[in-house]
């Protein structure tokens, strides 16, 4: 088991803990960190799972696929690290990450 920390836009942080296998969204609707609504419950077609990733973990969430740019590309605070939670599946490797949150979700 892992932990990953959530960060609102305020700054308040919510320390999660996580499997490997389940998605950031699934990770953050567990622990009920606000913000992270999944909408869609997860079938990446809303933006309510929006995450800005720091630079030094991007690589770890892997690759972004077609429909998740597409989704990206449409919320107003993207960022060159932004994902959406429910197409990023937690790994081990991310034990210790730290993600923001925007001040807005779509």
Known sequence: MGKITFIENDKTEHVTEFEAGITLMQVALDNAVPGIDGDCGG????????????????DKTGPINDAEEQMLSMTPERAKTSRLGCQVKATEAMDGMTVQLPEFQM
Do not use: M, N, Q, S
Request: hydrophobic share 40%.
């Open 43 to 58: 079938e990446c077609a809303c933006g309510t799972c929006h995450l800005i990733v720091p630079e030094e973990w991007f």
